[in-house]
T-cell receptor, first 116, second 115 residues
Framework: DAGVTQSPTHLIKTRGQHVTLRCSPISGHKSVSWYQQVLGQGPQFIFQYYEKEERGRGNFPDRFSARQFPNYSSELNVNALLLGDSALYLC???????????????FGPGTRLLVL | GENVEQHPSTLSVQEGDSAVIKCTYSDSASNYFPWYKQELGKRPQLIIDIRSNVGEKKDQRIAVTLNKTAKHFSLHITETQPEDSAVYFCGDNNAGGTSYGKLTFGQGTILTVHP
């Protein structure tokens, strides 16, 4: 079975631009969470989506948005990019919604974003 | 919000020695505690997890202990090998909370195992 996939693997943008990152969860997994990992730190929670609805949001500005599609894949959008947005963006999938709490989150390989 | 403190930030051991990493959490409602291993340039991979209804879990050379009263949990790696060298992250989750898909991570521990 394929694991969590993300695209693109690497991306270079300039300040003020916007970016769209994509994630496909493991087949059968309905919950997707997004994390930002700055170099040298642990992943920071951005969003969780389940059944196309936002179920949780971390402490990130409104420039960050996301959505989930009927096939459970997800997009993370970041507008008006800042230098500080440079990070590894990780997507994680879990099999169930409310029961996702306490369930293993499987991470994708991440998208490495560099903002110049 | 929830806070997870992880120590030490770096840990250097000789091959065959044991390694212990400790995390302290703040949310008394947290009830799921995973440990992830992240090798350079790769995704975090779950190595072991524990739920709040047990105090200890072991899987071969890896074990995790949980003290809910003190709100801390620890990762124990015995008979360390050079391939154990990586960054280790602890996490916690409140399965009954509103953000039930949210893991809060510690800052990470760089483990180096010297041959």
């Amino acid at each position: 079975d394929a694991g969590v996939t993300q695209s693109p693997t690497h991306l270079i943008k300039t300040r003020g631009q916007h970016v769209t990152l994509r994630c496909s969860p493991i087949s059968g997994h309905k919950s997707v969470s997004w994390y930002q990992q700055v170099l040298g730190q642990g992943p920071q929670f951005i969003f969780q989506y389940y059944e196309k609805e936002e179920r949780g949001r971390g402490n990130f500005p409104d420039r960050f948005s996301a959505r989930q599609f009927p096939n459970y894949s997800s997009e993370l959008n970041v507008n008006a990019l800042l230098l500080g947005d440079s990070a590894l963006y990780l997507c994680a999938s879990t099999p169930l919604g409310r029961l996702a709490g306490g369930k293993t989150q499987y991470f994708g390989p991440g998208t490495r974003l560099l903002v110049l | 919000g929830e806070n997870v403190e992880q120590h030490p930030s770096t840990l250097s051991v000789q091959e065959g020695d044991s390694a212990v990493i400790k995390c302290t959490y703040s949310d008394s409602a947290s009830n799921y505690f995973p440990w992830y291993k992240q090798e350079l340039g790769k995704r975090p991979q779950l190595i072991i997890d524990i739920r709040s209804n047990v105090g200890e879990k072991k899987d071969q050379r890896i074990a995790v202990t949980l003290n809910k009263t003190a709100k801390h949990f620890s990762l124990h790696i015995t008979e360390t090998q050079p391939e154990d060298s990586a960054v280790y992250f602890c996490g916690d989750n409140n399965a009954g909370g509103t953000s039930y898909g949210k893991l809060t991570f510690g800052q990470g521990t760089i483990l180096t195992v010297h041959p």
